[in-house]
């Protein structure tokens, strides 16, 4: 487990809160957390298996930033003649902090550059031409080594003075909001403003977890799925440079590993790569987003390991490990001969002897270091972006492993393991790899334990929460997508000094006031020959349409084209089964909360169809 050190500048306060929160842990007992370290080194030893682990070289100085601009989509910025330059579009959506985060990177490399004698890069400046005497006096100023505190010292200040986050993370014990309307790194950035001391929540036990609500504005809530994958292909980039900036603020480094090269023997099981994994069992089923083995793993622990004392401490037999991996895909395996703890053991080793760890080589220790952030609500911040950012095989393989584990946390009245026993069995398998070195500082063992633990703990708990889309997130995807479609050109006399332009993260729903409702067309082609025609107003909601459809569905005789699963036997519509969805103008393709004001939505994005859908459904195989 590696573990991200704050900087100089911050050391102090973080160091204290963080030791305040590990000594609330100190009753939690750890037994599990070692038990399991040592289970994984006798497995390991019992393998008899050689790694060989490609060397871990330090970085020069400028090479992880260039990384980083690339994997930002900014690769542009560097001279890359083989950027993309549509992605330059993408420096039009982002906030001030994001900016800021940007221009640091790029200043960093930039000196490196220079001082080994290379030609400069491109300057974010030269792209974005200043226009005025003022804004050049400005920019000198900016380009000073730091440039991000006179950013913060300088931004927003008449947006955000009046807003006061302070009082959202000062309640412990209560419910609280977790806004995901405003950038996380601009909420962080008016704590620091105003110096609003954060409070380390003090977690003892899994009923203290504080309780945070999503408040849904008019635009409704959007969850990871509810986007098409050509528009969450754009919500890895953005997270990015989302959490570099709220580490920015935060006083931390994102320090990112670079994948390490296993050698691994031919396996059909273990120790297949996930996208291998999927590959083949998508072969046999089509759409499969988890694979075979980890959903059969789940689906026989969920039936009869649930109530199993003890589930997920005791480790597997090594036979039925061999007679699994040799009979799994034959459809020989018999899950009735095996005995639950032997599942479990066989569902961490699926885990730990992935080629890369599940939460990626990359940003295995972004993970581990979210327990050194002092404040509960940052810290889930943190989170959701990190998971945003995973690929999409390991975050939907993830999704799958923490609804199991939240199931097994339901039942501990029976199998005696509540939230903090799971997550000190999981928290090993999750973050030790024998692909990545363990070089954990003398004396801190405990405290990374219980931190991974920690980190573990909140991922299970919270992960309804992570597994939003933040409604920022989503405007910037229709920003994106609205300068892509108009195939904006950057040129220098047109846009100036677009990095230090203020764009609000919010979605502003502009109220036609002579327009107070519309009239538009829904279709069901799917479903319906017909489509329905819907009288919008400031009330309407995506579930008032459904109804409506639903009603109209009944009673008027309409020519129905598919009734799979859509129609109850007492002739009435399943409303659930129905789902709505925005389709083109200024997204690709997006499944509407029932909460979504349409009228609001419609501001938004004038251009798009709506289409109702079944729900798509994805149930275990086995």
Not at 444 to 468: C, F, N, P, S
Not at 579 to 608: K, S
């Amino acid at each position: 487990m590696n573990q991200l050190p704050p900087k100089s500048a911050v050391a102090s306060p973080v160091s204290e809160s963080t030791n305040s929160r590990v000594e609330a842990l100190d009753n939690l007992s750890m037994d599990s957390f070692w038990l399991e370290v040592e289970n994984i080194k006798q497995s390991a030893e019992a393998e008899q298996e050689e790694c060989s682990l490609a060397d871990v070289k330090t970085q020069e100085e400028g090479e992880a930033e260039a990384e980083w601009l690339q994997d930002a989509g900014l690769a542009e910025l560097l001279g890359d003649p083989e950027g993309d330059k549509d992605n330059l579009v993408l420096l039009s959506t982002l906030t001030r902090t994001q900016a800021a985060a940007v221009q640091r990177r790029l200043d960093t490399y930039s000196r490196s550059r220079r001082r080994r004698n290379k030609h400069p890069v491109r300057d974010v400046r030269d792209v974005f031409a200043v226009g005025s005497s003022q804004d050049t006096a400005a920019e000198k100023e900016e380009s000073s080594p730091d440039p991000l505190w006179h950013n913060l010292r300088t931004s927003n200040t008449q947006r955000t003075e009046a807003q006061d986050y302070s009082c959202t993370v000062r309640n412990p014990g209560k419910e609280e909001v977790f806004n995901m309307d405003v950038a996380y790194s601009e909420q962080a950035a008016v704590l620091l403003k105003g110096s609003f001391l954060s409070e380390s929540r003090k977690l003892k036990d899994g009923n203290a977890l504080t309780r945070f609500k999503i408040p849904k504005g008019r635009l409704g809530v959007t969850r990871i799925g509810d986007l098409s994958a050509q528009d969450m292909k754009k919500i890895p980039t953005l997270a990015l440079i989302e959490l570099t900036a709220l580490c920015d603020i935060l006083g931390f480094e994102l320090k990112r590993n670079k994948a390490a090269k296993l050698k691994t023997t031919e396996k059909r099981l273990f120790g297949v790569p996930l996208n291998t994994l999927l590959e083949n069992d998508q072969k046999l089923l089509p759409n499969t987003k988890v694979p075979l083995l980890l959903q059969a793993l789940l689906s026989c622990l969920e039936k009869r390991g649930l109530e199993t004392e003890g589930i997920l401490r005791v480790s597997g037999s090594q036979t039925r490990i061999k007679k699994l991996e040799r009979d799994f895909y034959s459809g020989l395996f018999r899950w009735d001969d095996v005995h639950q703890n032997d599942v479990s053991g066989l569902l961490k080793r699926f885990i730990r002897e992935l080629p890369a760890p599940l939460l990626t080589a990359e940003y295995l220790p972004a993970f581990a270091a979210v327990q050194n952030i002092p404040d509960l609500k940052q810290r889930l911040q943190a989170l959701n972006l990190l998971i945003l950012i995973l690929p999409e095989s390991n975050r939907n393989t993830l999704k799958a492993l923490l609804e199991f584990l939240s199931k097994v946390v339901a039942r501990e009245k029976n199998n005696k393991m509540n939230l903090w026993n799971v997550s000190t069995v999981m928290a090993p398998n999750l973050f030790m790899h024998k692909g990545l070195p363990n070089k954990i500082p003398e004396g801190k063992e405990k405290q990374l334990a219980e931190g991974a633990a920690d980190v573990v703990r909140m991922m299970i708990h919270y992960q309804d929460l992570l597994w939003t889309v933040s409604s920022f997130l989503v405007a910037q995807v229709r920003k994106l997508n609205e300068s892509n479609s108009k195939r904006y050109q950057f040129c220098d006399k047109r846009i100036k000094n677009l990095l230090r332009k203020i764009h609000a993260d919010k979605d502003k729903v502009e109220k036609n006031q002579g327009e107070p409702s519309k009239v538009v067309k829904v279709h069901a082609s799917l479903l319906l020959k017909d489509s329905l025609e819907v009288h919008l107003n400031n009330a309407t909601r995506v579930a008032d349409v459904l109804r409506q459809f639903q009603k109209n569905l009944c009673q008027n005789g309409w020519n129905i084209v598919n009734t799979v699963n859509l129609l109850k036997c007492n002739n009435s519509a399943e409303c659930t089964n129905l789902l709505l969805y925005e389709v083109g103008g200024n997204i690709g393709e997006h499944c509407l909360d029932p909460d979504t004001y349409l009228l609001d939505l419609y501001h938004i994005n004038p251009h798009a169809e709506w289409i109702i859908k079944q729900n798509p459904s994805y149930p275990r195989m086995f």
